[in-house]
């Protein structure tokens, strides 16, 4: 159980187009999603934090504008990095939580976003 | 701000040997923490858990120590083996809000030699 994909696993754009990743919980409802950001060799970085139904609360730093998250499920969240530049490139990952597993957090393979 | 940090970015051991990596925190106020392991171009997988009303945990080949008076977290493997090869987060939370996020370490790398 506690399955989460991402999707897709590899994107590349050119700047200026927007790119949606879709991170889905397979085997359980998840209340709250997580979206991280990771360039290499560093740790996450928490981009926001999103529950079902309400609007995404954004780390200090994140433009919401340029990332566009949708909890429309409980099973479905998406991240839209809209007109990408090349210094969006990054690894983006995501994470579910349920209260059936109290705090813990379930991560996605995660998506490696290229912008030319 | 409080933060979560590693006394070793990296940690190359030998097969059969056991691995110990380490974890400083300094939120006193964090009170659950977790181990992940992430391999190449891949998300974090869920190793082990401890809650800070313990001081040891055991899972399949792994421990985690937690020392609450130093703040202090570790993770021994026993017996590496080649595929224990990953960086390995510390994460910690504080308090019992579900919805808040865990603050991650920034990682130590294991290599297994042959």
């Known amino acids: 159980g506690a399955v989460v994909s991402q999707h897709p696993s590899w994107v590349i754009c050119k700047s200026g187009t927007s790119v949606k990743i879709e991170c889905r919980s397979l085997?359980?409802?998840?209340?709250?999603m997580f979206w991280y950001r990771q360039f290499p060799k560093q740790s996450l970085m928490l981009m926001a934090t999103s529950n079902e139904g309400s609007k995404a609360t954004y780390e200090q730093g994140v433009e919401k504008d340029k990332f566009l998250i949708n909890h429309a499920s409980l099973t479905l969240s998406t991240l839209t990095v809209t007109s990408a530049h090349p210094e969006d490139s990054s690894f983006y990952i995501c994470s579910a939580r349920a209260e059936t597993f109290q705090e813990t957090q379930y991560f996605g393979p995660g998506t490696r976003l290229l912008v030319l | 701000g409080e933060s979560v940090g590693l006394h070793l970015p990296t940690l190359s051991v030998q097969e059969g040997d056991n691995s110990i990596i380490n974890c400083a925190y300094s939120?006193?106020?964090?009170?659950?923490f977790i181990w992940y392991k992430q391999e190449s171009g891949k998300g974090p997988q869920f190793i082990i858990d401890?809650?800070?009303?313990?001081d040891k945990r055991q899972g399949q080949r792994v421990t985690v120590l937690l020392n609450k008076t130093v703040k202090h977290l570790s993770l021994q493997i026993a017996a590496t083996q080649p595929g224990d090869s990953a960086v390995y987060f510390c994460?910690?939370?504080?308090?019992?809000?579900?919805?808040?996020?865990?603050?991650f370490g920034p990682g130590t790398r294991l290599s297994v030699l042959p």
């Open positions: 994460a910690e939370k504080e308090g019992d809000n579900y919805g808040q996020n865990f603050v």
């Open positions: 401890i809650r800070s009303n313990m």
């Open positions: 939120n006193s106020a964090s009170d659950y």
């Open positions: 085997d359980f409802q998840a209340t709250t």
